[in-house]
């Protein structure tokens, strides 16, 4: 079992940053894949960001490529989004997120994660 507390999330304007954190709990963290979804409200939980357990690799919605970088820290059990240029269509619940499934396929799909953090809001003004 991995327990999962997001943080770091607020309001802030467009074109402003943010960092998001998640602190994990539990079973061992350095061997699951990560990620971050976001849901905004009325629409679908939809991926955001994906890394591996090494940290080697990441993958991005092509929404948020170029603004946003998912990282890692093994030691802390920890892993983050920095949020750069933000947009208000960035507005939603922020998910951190871990599978037990060691293969890179299908991350951004939902149903490839197993543990969920319980979401922190991120608010994003015009």
């Known amino acids: 079992q991995v327990q999962l507390v997001e943080s770091g999330g607020g309001l802030v304007q467009a074109g402003g940053s943010l960092r998001l954190s998640c602190a994990a709990s539990?079973?061992?963290?350095?061997?699951?894949?990560m990620g971050w979804f976001r849901q905004a409200p009325g629409k679908e939980r939809e991926f955001v960001a994906a890394?591996?357990?090494?940290?080697?690799?990441?993958l991005y919605a092509d929404s948020v490529k170029g603004r946003f970088t998912i990282s890692r820290d093994n030691a802390k059990n920890t892993v983050y989004l920095q949020m750069s240029s933000l947009k208000p269509e960035d507005t939603a619940v922020y998910y951190c997120?871990?599978?037990?499934?060691?293969?890179?396929?299908?991350?951004?799909?939902?149903?490839?994660?197993?543990?969920w953090g319980q979401g922190t809001q991120v608010t994003v003004s015009s």
């Open positions: 997120t871990a599978t037990k499934d060691t293969g890179w396929g299908g991350l951004v799909a939902p149903n490839k994660y197993d543990y």
């Open positions: 539990g079973r061992t963290f350095s061997r699951n894949t």
């Open positions: 890394i591996s357990w090494s940290g080697i690799s990441r």
